[in-house]
């Protein structure tokens, strides 16, 4: 069983920047994918963004595009989604998974094997 554990979250002011983090109890089987997702109460969980697991790419969700990174370190089996320019849309539960044998980026849930717990960001304005 894979355990995945997000941290970093907190209360930020609008502008401001978070980094998350997501630690793995054990290194995936590669290939792999790491997404980054989110949701509000009485609302999908929706895609944010993911890196394959060589980091040679990432993608993003159009609304986070040019504000938010995804990388990691393969070396501490984390990823890490820095998240700049916050604004009070940004407030959710943010939440790391893994899809296993994958190549290839996904924002779909379905392709996702593991989530962590999830972290609560909040940005207020």
């Known amino acids: 069983q894979l355990q995945l554990v997000e941290s970093g979250g907190g209360l930020v002011q609008a502008g401001g920047s978070l980094r998350l983090s997501c630690a793995a109890s054990?290194?995936?089987?590669?290939?792999?994918?790491m997404g980054w997702f989110r949701q509000v109460p009485g609302k999908e969980r929706e895609f944010v963004g993911a890196i394959t697991w060589s980091g040679s790419t990432t993608y993003y969700a159009d609304s986070v595009k040019s504000r938010f990174a995804v990388s990691g370190d393969n070396a501490k089996n984390t990823v890490y989604l820095q998240m700049n320019s916050l604004k009070p849309e940004d407030t959710a539960v943010y939440y790391c998974?893994?899809?296993?044998?994958?190549?290839?980026?996904?924002?779909?849930?379905?392709?996702?094997?593991?989530w962590g717990q999830g972290t609560q960001v909040t940005v207020s304005p």
């Open positions: 054990r290194p995936p089987s590669k290939p792999y994918i």
């Open positions: 998974a893994v899809g296993l044998f994958r190549s290839a980026i996904s924002t779909a849930k379905a392709d996702y094997n593991y």
